[in-house]
Every structure is written in structure tokens, then in C-alpha cells.
């Protein structure tokens, strides 16, 4: 079994910045791909950004520029540096990764628990 934690959501004012973080736990082989997706109520979940274990990255259009995603492989990790936030950037935000458990041959999608990210004056 692996766990998702994410942590580092909060409120902030517009301009300002938040670093989410992601930790995978468990009994894990592999981790391929990581991003991390936002949702607002009533809407579908959207990406936010990806990174592949080599280190490529992609971003939605509406926060390139603005966040930066990275990861650490040794520490199975995965950070989202948000900066400039704006109010629409308010969501609650979801690690993802794409992870082969410790004796399994196959990758499995796992979602962490989400943290809110409120942007506000």
C-alpha cells in the first residue's frame, strides 16, 4: 500500500506565493510520472503541471511562467512552487503519481487527499 500526503495549502494575498509539498510513502518500487491537479467545486479536475522521473516538465497554460514543479526521486517528493497567485488560482489542489508498489509489475494512478488553496485579499 502507498499514501500521498500532501501538505502547504493555505490563504495567501494576490502576489503571493505557497509551496506545496507531496510525499510518497509505502511499500514503493518505482515512481514514474508526478503532477499536481486543482479542482473547484462543481468542475471537473484540471492538471496544473507534470513531471516525468527525468525531470521534464508541462504546465497548464494558465500558471506556466508562475509555478514550477520538481521533484526529489530519493526522497520521493514532489514540490509545487506557486508564485504571483491570483484569486482563480483558489482550489483544492491534489498530488498524483504514477507508482509500481514493491512486487507488483504494473503502475497504478494514486491520488493524495487534497489541500485547499485559498487566494484572497
Known amino acids: 500500500q502507498v499514501q500521498l500526503v500532501e501538505s502547504g495549502g493555505g490563504l495567501v494575498q494576490p502576489g503571493g506565493s505557497l509551496r506545496l509539498s507531496c510525499a510518497v510513502s509505502g511499500r514503493i518500487g518505482s515512481i514514474n510520472a508526478m503532477g499536481w491537479y486543482r479542482q473547484v467545486p462543481g468542475t471537473q479536475r484540471e492538471l496544473v503541471a507534470s513531471i516525468t522521473r527525468d525531470g521534464s516538465t508541462n504546465y497548464a497554460d494558465s500558471v506556466r511562467g508562475r509555478f514550477a514543479i520538481s521533484r526529489d526521486n530519493a526522497k520521493n517528493t514532489v514540490l509545487l512552487q506557486m508564485n504571483s497567485l491570483k484569486p482563480e488560482d483558489t482550489a483544492v489542489y491534489y498530488c498524483?503519481?504514477?507508482?509500481?508498489?514493491?512486487?507488483?509489475?504494473?503502475?497504478?494512478?494514486?491520488w493524495g487527499q487534497g489541500t485547499q488553496v485559498t487566494v484572497s485579499s
Open positions: 498524483n503519481a504514477d507508482i509500481r508498489p514493491l512486487g507488483n509489475v504494473f503502475y497504478r494512478n494514486n
